[in-house]
């Protein structure tokens, strides 16, 4: 009889990086020993699956007021029969409200917990390494967080999954102006590449990048984030004096395929990686 996994955490086709580690876990299951579901926050564009539909289940994690969904999974596995539940890519924390429950109907109902989390904080937090430590199979994708957290986790391990569509990512032949119609010929165009902007520093990076600008007239800087996200990127830019053409930017609301990401980071002179405490970057691994 196959093992039953319940797998939770971004949804694989999402393209955030935990959503691209969720894809590459999947794609690795022996389907012939295991049947899964993936518990899954985020919207995702459904034309993808359309006619060519998820050959799992997935449940949408998020209510009206609980975008993480954990009364939802509670219920699950209070009625459900499954033999793992899985988290994977988010924070060893982030169910913490209900971490208690999740470990009595672990005893009740005698399924494994295994969990995939990051570790990149410089301090020891006793409260999360308990946590680590009441998983049966903690699994850490930092050696960092595999080093330090070790003395109090004695069973942890380190694992990083794979790239999930690493075959997509290398040299293309790219004419720059068919992706950015606005650039000068001149320009040494440098790029950060950073929907999520929780550990990043995109309003260092632009300060950093006008003062260069300075003695180097020839340079812009390609924004692939939300100029109005965490920081107001627009009022910085304004801030610092910023001309036509200094900057340029993705189209706001817009998603961009793998395929389309290879061609940006193609397009590209100099990637900047502008990132405070991060486990694990796929941006990096992608553009190289």
Request: proline share 6%; aromatic share 12%.
């Amino acid at each position: 009889m196959k093992k039953r996994v319940l797998f939770c955490g971004e949804h694989p086709a999402s393209m955030a990086g935990n959503g691209n580690m969720m894809a590459a876990v999947l794609s690795q299951v022996n389907t012939e020993k295991y049947d899964f579901a993936c518990f899954c926050v985020h919207d995702v564009d459904p034309i993808n699956s359309v006619f060519d539909p998820y050959r799992f289940t997935i449940i949408n994690a998020t209510t009206s007021n609980d975008y993480w969904g954990s009364e939802r999974l509670l219920s699950l596995l209070h009625r459900a029969d499954l033999d793992i539940l899985f988290f994977v890519g988010i924070d060893i924390w982030r169910y913490a409200n209900i971490w208690g429950r999740v470990l009595h109907l672990r005893e009740q109902r005698k399924f494994k917990l295994i969990f995939l989390f990051p570790y990149d904080v410089q301090n020891i937090r006793t409260d999360w390494a308990k946590m680590a430590a009441s998983c049966d199979i903690p699994l850490v994708y930092s050696e960092y967080g595999e080093r330090v957290l070790k003395p109090l986790v004695p069973h942890i391990r380190y694992f990083r999954p794979p790239l999930y569509n690493a075959e997509l990512f290398g040299p293309v032949d790219v004419i720059r102006r068919d992706e950015f119609p606005t650039l000068r010929d001149d320009a040494v165009l440098f790029g950060f590449i950073g929907n999520n902007q929780i550990r990043k520093s995109p309003e260092r990076l632009m300060k950093a990048f006008f003062m260069a600008k300075r003695e180097n007239p020839d340079m812009t800087l390609y924004l692939h984030t939300d100029m109005e996200g965490v920081y107001n990127l627009k009022q910085l830019a304004m801030d610092y004096g910023a001309k036509t053409g200094d900057l340029l930017q993705k189209r706001p609301g817009a998603k961009y395929p793998p395929d389309k990401m290879v061609r940006v980071y193609n397009a590209l002179d100099c990637l900047v990686n502008c990132t405070i405490q991060e486990g694990l970057s796929w941006t990096p691994l992608e553009a190289m």
